[in-house]
T-cell receptor, first 112, second 115 residues
Framework: LAKTTQPISMDSYEGQEVNITCSHNNIATNDYITWYQQFPSQGPRFIIQGYKTKVTNEVASLFIPADRKSSTLSLPRVSLSDTAVYYCLVGDRWGGANNLFFGTGTRLTVIP | DSGVTQTPKHLITATGQRVTLRCSPRSGDLSVYWYQQSLDQGLQFLIQYYNGEERAKGNILERFSAQQFPDLHSELNLSSLELGDSALYFC??????????????FGPGTRLTVL
């Protein structure tokens, strides 16, 4: 599995758009990119997954450039309840979880 | 509610003891993953089972072991417990085996305190 690098923390004001970038230089052809959100003392929650270009759902967008060596999670108009840790994960869907790496994620703090 | 259940929710025990954590995956999911999260730390992947067989190993100590039963529920056994084993233990499940590429659904966790 490709190892990922994310900023340790970010601050944003309420109502702003937040973009969190994840680097995954060693991403393999069969790898997908998945983002999770975790609140304190809770298990992570799936946000969005993509393979290339752009994916959008009701809570976020995921932008993946052509070389796929990075990805950007975009949260539109954040609120205080979006304060959480965000993890980027890269891997294929059937190869097993060897070297599964969540890292420490990005701690997003939304300021009123 | 992710559909993944974990018991017990809290567990307090003493050093040197052995405990068993239980996880029931979402209906239809074949993969079960176990994670350890210490205070203010990231998630450490411990081990994965897929359809009853061990599929991948992470940073799991030799004092820890796991298994997945025919009904697909899983148990994580922690023995000779040390103070440093105090942590949140999460179980996750997915329909596929990829871990990083699949969509994992996490349970609420078991908080283990070793005194």
């Amino acid at each position: 599995l490709a190892k990922t690098t994310q900023p340790i923390s970010m601050d944003s004001y309420e109502g702003q758009e937040v973009n969190i970038t994840c680097s995954h230089n060693n991403i393999a052809t069969n790898d997908y990119i998945t983002w999770y959100q975790q609140f304190p003392s809770q298990g992570p929650r799936f946000i969005i997954q993509g393979y290339k270009t752009k994916v959008t759902n009701e809570v976020a967008s995921l932008f993946i450039p052509a070389d796929r060596k990075s990805s950007t999670l975009s949260l539109p108009r954040v609120s205080l309840s979006d304060t959480a840790v965000y993890y980027c994960l890269v891997g294929d869907r059937w190869g097993g979880a060897n070297n599964l790496f969540f890292g420490t994620g990005t701690r997003l703090t939304v300021i009123p | 509610d992710s559909g993944v259940t974990q018991t017990p929710k809290h567990l307090i025990t003493a050093t040197g003891q052995r405990v068993t954590l239980r996880c029931s995956p979402r209906s239809g999911d074949l993969s079960v993953y176990w994670y350890q999260q210490s205070l203010d730390q990231g998630l450490q992947f411990l081990i994965q089972y897929y359809n009853g067989e061990e599929r991948a190993k992470g940073n799991i100590l030799e004092r820890f072991s796991a298994q997945q039963f025919p009904d697909l529920h899983s148990e994580l056994n922690l023995s000779s417990l040390e103070l440093g084993d105090s942590a949140l233990y999460f179980c996750a499940s997915s329909v596929d085996s990829g871990g990083g590429g699949g969509t994992q659904y996490f349970g609420p966790g078991t908080r283990l305190t070793v005194l």
